[in-house]
């Protein structure tokens, strides 16, 4: 059963889109002082212990563990179609202007 603070923080940001204080980037420890322990993890494999995604009342929190288990991911789906797909987009690489 997802904590009472991420059943507040969830229904704020269903209705109105509105995902602070959770930020995409930020680690595990710093989520888990927000919701507490997850309800579910998933994500391991023979080569990774550490679960990379931790689900909270069937919404999945996804981390990089390429950057440091960084969140990268918040997602949901349902019957096959997704529900909430929130994905940390990679910082652009500045363009080079030639002077000219």
Not at 3 to 12: A, D, G, I, P, V
Not at 27 to 55: C, Y
Not at 77 to 87: N, T
């Amino acid at each position: 059963m997802a904590s009472r603070e991420f059943q507040q923080w969830y229904e704020k940001f269903t209705s109105t889109g509105d995902i602070c204080p959770i930020r995409l980037g930020m680690s595990r420890d710093q989520l888990r002082a927000i919701f507490g322990e997850p309800d579910d993890v998933g994500g391991t494999s023979r080569k990774r212990r550490d679960p990379r995604i931790w689900v909270y009342d069937g919404l999945e929190f996804h981390f990089d563990h390429t950057v440091g288990y960084e969140l990268c991911l918040i997602y949901s789906d349902a019957a096959g179609h997704v529900e909430i797909s929130i994905p940390r987009r990679p910082p652009s690489t500045p363009r080079r202007v030639d002077a000219g």
